[in-house]
């Protein structure tokens, strides 16, 4: 399995941006998929998630200003940020699992660079 982000760039506070993820590959077992994101100096932390019941999590931080959403007709996940503040920014990156639950993502991406500017 290959992801491969895109959308990433720099960005004014309060501005929007749109993260999209191929996804490719031998994608049957795939049950789970999610952004992720790393901060200079933090811990990976899971920005937004779904799972087979379609149904979203989201960090707290990401809630009512971010939303996760998939295209199954063309492998692409996608997270639509808005509002975006300074400390949104990071290093994005999606990932998929086998198993089902956003600790335990079996394949990533090589991330895509946001950089929100005050």
């Known amino acids: 399995v290959q992801l491969m982000e895109s959308g990433g760039g720099l960005v004014q506070t309060g501005g929007s941006l749109r993260l999209s993820c191929a996804v490719s590959?031998?994608?049957?077992?795939?049950?789970?998929m999610g952004w992720y994101r790393q901060a200079p100096g933090k811990q990976r932390e899971m920005v937004a998630y779904?799972?087979?019941?379609?149904?979203?999590k989201y960090a707290d931080s990401a809630k009512g200003r971010f939303t996760i959403s998939v295209d199954n007709a063309s492998n692409m996940i996608s997270l639509q940020m808005n509002n975006l503040r300074s400390e949104d920014t990071a290093t994005y990156y999606c990932?998929?699992?086998?198993?089902?639950?956003?600790?335990?993502?079996?394949?990533w991406g090589k991330g895509t660079l946001v950089t929100v500017s005050s």
């Open positions: 779904v799972d087979s019941t379609e149904r979203p």
């Open positions: 590959g031998d994608i049957d077992r795939i049950n789970d």
């Open positions: 990932a998929v699992g086998e198993v089902g639950t956003p600790d335990e993502m079996d394949y």
